[in-house]
C-alpha cells in the first residue's frame, strides 16, 4: 500500500498569512495527487488534482507543486473561508487511493 | 450540474449488513468517461477511500475491506450502491459517494450520510 503522510497535523496562522502543507508518498506517485479541503460538517471539495492543476472554480490563492513523492499545498493569503482541514490524496494506485492524516488549518 | 445524494439507514445493528445507495442526477452513469466510488469517513477522523465502480461493472476494493464489501450498479436507474457485512462499531462513520476519472481526483462529492453500528 502507498502511505501518504502530511505535515503538520495542525497548523495555526492569520489572515493574510502565506501557508504551506506538504504531503509525502511512501513511493514514487509522478504527479497522481490531489488535494482537497474539507469544513465542519461539509463533504471534501477538490482544490488541486495531479499535484498543481487548479480545480475550476478554486480561487488562484491557492496552488499546488511537486511529483515523485514529495508535494506541497500552498495558500498565498489566507482568507477567513479558507480554515478548514486539508487532505492530500494519491491517485496512482488502482487498487487504493489512500488519503493523509489531514491538516487541520486554525486561526491563530 | 452533477449531483450525488446516498441514502439508506442511519443505524445498523452489530454483525448485520451496511446498505447503501447512490442516486446520481445531471449526468449519467454510463458516459463511460468516470468511476463511481464510496469513501468514509469516522467521526473526528480522516478519510478511507472504499472502493469504486465502472459502468460496466469493473470494481476496486480498499483491500482492508474487500473481503466485506460489494459496489453494485444499476444503470437503468443511474444509481451505485455499497453494502458492507458483519458491520462492528468501527464501521461507524459518514459515508460519501462520488465520481472520479481513472488514476484521479474525485470531483463531484455527495452530502455525506452518517451511519452508525449500535445495537
Known amino acids: 500500500d502507498i502511505q501518504m503522510t502530511q505535515s503538520p497535523s495542525s497548523l495555526s496562522a492569520s489572515v493574510g498569512d502565506r501557508v504551506t502543507i506538504t504531503c509525502r508518498a511512501s513511493?514514487?506517485?509522478?504527479?497522481?495527487l490531489n488535494w482537497y479541503q474539507q469544513e465542519p460538517g461539509k463533504a471534501p471539495k477538490l482544490l488541486i488534482y495531479?499535484?498543481?492543476r487548479l480545480q475550476s472554480g478554486v480561487p488562484s490563492r491557492f496552488s499546488g507543486s511537486g511529483s515523485g513523492t514529495d508535494f506541497t499545498l500552498t495558500i498565498s493569503s489566507l482568507q477567513p473561508e479558507d480554515f478548514a482541514t486539508y487532505y492530500c490524496?494519491?491517485?496512482?494506485?488502482?487498487?487504493?487511493?489512500?488519503f493523509g492524516q489531514g491538516t487541520r488549518l486554525e486561526i491563530k | 450540474q452533477l449531483q450525488l445524494q446516498e441514502s439508506g439507514p442511519g443505524l445498523v445493528k452489530p454483525s448485520e449488513t451496511l446498505s447503501l445507495t447512490c442516486t446520481v442526477s445531471?449526468?449519467?452513469?454510463?458516459?463511460?468517461?468516470?468511476?463511481w466510488g464510496w469513501i468514509r469517513q469516522p467521526p473526528g477522523k480522516g478519510l478511507e477511500w472504499i472502493g469504486s465502480?465502472?459502468?460496466?461493472?469493473?470494481?476496486y476494493y480498499n483491500p482492508s475491506l474487500k473481503s466485506r464489501v460489494t459496489i453494485s450498479v444499476d444503470t437503468s436507474t443511474n444509481q451505485f450502491s455499497l453494502k458492507l457485512n458483519s458491520v462492528t462499531a468501527a464501521d461507524t462513520a459518514v459515508y460519501y459517494c462520488?465520481?472520479?476519472?481513472?488514476?484521479?481526483?474525485?470531483?463531484?462529492w455527495g452530502q455525506g450520510t452518517l451511519v452508525t453500528v449500535s445495537s
Open positions: 462520488g465520481r472520479h476519472p481513472a488514476a484521479a481526483a474525485t470531483d463531484y
Open positions: 445531471g449526468g449519467s452513469i454510463s458516459s463511460g468517461k468516470y468511476y
Open positions: 465502480i465502472f459502468y460496466s461493472g469493473s470494481t
Open positions: 513511493q514514487t506517485i509522478s504527479t497522481y
Open positions: 495531479a499535484a498543481s
Open positions: 490524496q494519491q491517485s496512482y494506485s488502482s487498487l487504493l487511493y489512500t
